[in-house]
């Protein structure tokens, strides 16, 4: 009997011990994460249309002044930003990196305008996701400001050729692009994501922390760390969640390959389909694939090019719509050039009928090259006349071209371009008199 005695109380000092530590580790948690404003008027594709939002995010450097949070809390360069920490008030923050492929983004504010009791988040960059391992999913959920749901890792698992972390912890609207906490030694496992869809409960998914750890330390090493573009697909195998099986690899403008695995990258090991992408962040190209089928293990060398910088996008403003290429690659794997992003209601463009998702082909029987030419081509005229293409369901057309006419006044079109020289107002007389 006396036996049993002490085995309760020692069980019940380390089911004390446990919450306690929890308890700090979420205490913790309050002082490092922080709750995010955004608002956009024009947004990319990206960002899933105009408005605000709340989110939240969390401090990762103090003397950056760099937070991490989701791209679809920050948006996509697109979005005014203010964060604040818990008992402190709004401050104006900027985007440094927003990835392309992840939903991940990295932010920065005055170091001055960090409070003296703000604590730095401590990330697990080489925690390996174990089913069964206590998490704690901090945040906002639902307006709840600075709480925390509980729950277990399920899985480390690959959606959409995406590695992500499965777990039962509530995520739910606001606390999107808070920490991931594991709730054994209070370190920071991943980024809260979402739901699998908005009305399951039980099932949210997080960015593993490993890929912001990758991130961050390319930039601190001054490197590009953003995906690479290659003309490689992976297919789906339905007895698997994802495989590295390839759908096709174009090499030398053959398709090659189909059917065959993937198995290493630059000497390293490929498991599935999101290991290529990150083995070559921060590589230069070109890299040497190992590709096996039944009968032997053949090696290529492939030359690949790096995504574009979110942040460095140009876009024509052109009287309420926003026109830009086209980031996330169609259905049909191509980028538009002259994609519309979005549209305001009530404007100029949205009363001709530019819709968003859709794209610009010719203006005034030209198709432009680039969006400074694009705009040189609208500036020329006072009316434009455009063809433009959208996707269509009717009569089983996969595009509709569409025309429309459209009044140009000069104070509703501008330019905004990183790389790209503007126009001097010269071209725009000389496209004047061509047309």
């Known amino acids: 009997m006396k036996i049993k005695i002490i085995i309760f109380n020692i069980l019940t000092l380390i089911i004390f011990k446990s919450l306690a530590y929890s308890e700090n580790f979420l205490l913790n948690a309050s002082n490092y994460t922080v709750k995010i404003k955004a608002k956009s008027q024009y947004p990319f594709a990206e960002t899933k249309g105009a408005g605000s939002w709340m989110g939240a995010g969390f401090l990762i450097d103090k003397e950056k002044g760099y937070f991490l949070t989701n791209a679809h809390v920050s948006g996509r360069g697109d979005t005014k930003l203010k964060l604040k920490f818990k008992n402190g008030s709004y401050k104006s923050v900027k985007p440094v990196y927003i990835d392309p492929e992840y939903d991940l983004a990295i932010l ?3 170091q001055d305008d960090i409070p003296n009791y703000a604590l730095e988040a401590d990330l697990d960059c080489y925690f390996l996701a174990k089913p069964g391992t206590e998490v704690a999913a901090f945040g906002h959920p639902n307006g709840l400001s600075f709480s925390a749901s509980r729950g277990i890792i399920s899985q480390e698992l690959v959606l959409n050729e995406r590695k992500v972390i499965q ?29 699998y869809k908005r009305n ?30 290659m003309n490689i697909r ?30 290493e990258a630059n000497g390293y090991k490929i498991d599935d389909s999101s ?29 690949f090019q790096k995504q574009k910088k979110i942040l460095d996008r140009e876009f024509l403003f052109l009287d309420g719509a926003i026109v830009s290429e086209q980031i996330q690659v169609d259905k049909n794997f191509l980028n538009r050039k002259f994609y519309i992003h979005s549209v305001l209601k009530g404007s100029g463009a949205d009363q001709k009928d530019l819709g968003p998702g ?38 089983h057309i996969l595009t509709q071209n569409y025309h429309t006419k ?24 000389l496209a004047q008199h061509k047309n």
């Not at 999107?176 to 370190?187: A, D, F, V, Y």
């Not at 297919?235 to 695995?261: C, P, Q, T, W």
């Not at 459209?406 to 071209?427: A, G, V």
């Open 358 to 395: 859709c794209w610009i082909r010719f203006v005034n029987r030209v198709k432009p090259e680039n969006l400074v030419k694009l705009y040189i081509i609208l500036r020329a005229k006072n009316v434009s006349n455009i063809i433009y293409a959208c996707w269509s369901n009717k009569d």
């Open 108 to 110: 920065k504010i005055n």
């Open 167 to 195: 777990t039962d912890a509530a995520i739910n609207p606001g606390n999107s692009g808070g920490p991931l906490i594991n709730l054994k030694n209070g370190r920071v496992v991943g980024i809260n994501k979402s739901k």
């Open 234 to 263: 992976f297919a789906k195998d339905i007895d698997e969640v994802e495989s590295n099986i390839i759908a096709f690899l174009k090499h030398n403008n053959k398709y090659i390959e189909m059917g065959s695995r993937l198995i």
């Open 275 to 303: 290991d290529l992408n990150f083995i070559l962040r921060g590589s230069k190209s070109p890299t040497v694939l190992k590709i096996q089928n039944e009968n032997r293990i053949k090696s290529y060398t492939i030359h």
């Open 200 to 229: 399951s409960e039980g099932l949210g998914f997080a960015v593993p922390i490993y890929i912001a750890c990758k991130i961050l330390t390319l930039l601190k090493e001054k490197k590009d760390p953003s995906p690479p573009i």
């Open 406 to 429: 459209i009044r140009i006044n000069k104070e509703k079109i501008y330019l905004k371009s990183t790389n790209f020289i503007l126009p001097e107002l010269n071209d725009i007389i």
